[in-house]
């Protein structure tokens, strides 16, 4: 059984910049597929980013390229997601989750482990 643990989240202004953290525990980390998803009230949980065990990555979403950046330590069993420009679209409870699957994908249903998640507030 997989555990996975978010941190970072909080409140910013437009602009501001935060790094999520994802510490995973239990199972076998190093065999899963790990993502950033996204969810902001009223609203389904959205689709961020992907990495594989490899480094292999899904690109974030186009509202969010070249704003956001996904990347993993291995012998730290942690992913994270790096967050510049933050709008206030940006607003939600972000998601870690984990996968089997050695290549990386935004498919929500197909991702068996999740965190509890954390709360971003950007505010104008």
């Known amino acids: 059984q997989v555990q996975l643990v978010e941190s970072g989240g909080g409140s910013v202004q437009a602009g501001g910049s935060l790094r999520l953290s994802c510490a995973a525990s239990g199972g076998t980390f190093r065999s899963n597929t790990m993502a950033w998803f996204r969810q902001a009230p009223g609203k389904e949980r959205e689709f961020v980013a992907a990495i594989s065990l490899s480094g292999a990555t899904i690109n974030p979403a186009h509202s969010m390229k070249g704003r956001f950046t996904i990347s993993r330590d291995n012998a730290k069993n942690t992913i994270y997601l790096q967050m510049n420009s933050l709008l206030p679209e940006d607003t939600a409870v972000y998601y870690c989750?984990?996968?089997?699957?050695?290549?990386?994908?935004?498919?929500?249903?197909?991702?068996?482990?999740w965190g509890q998640g954390t709360q971003v507030t950007v505010s104008s």
């Open positions: 989750a984990a996968d089997t699957s050695p290549f990386p994908h935004g498919i929500v249903g197909n991702y068996r482990y």
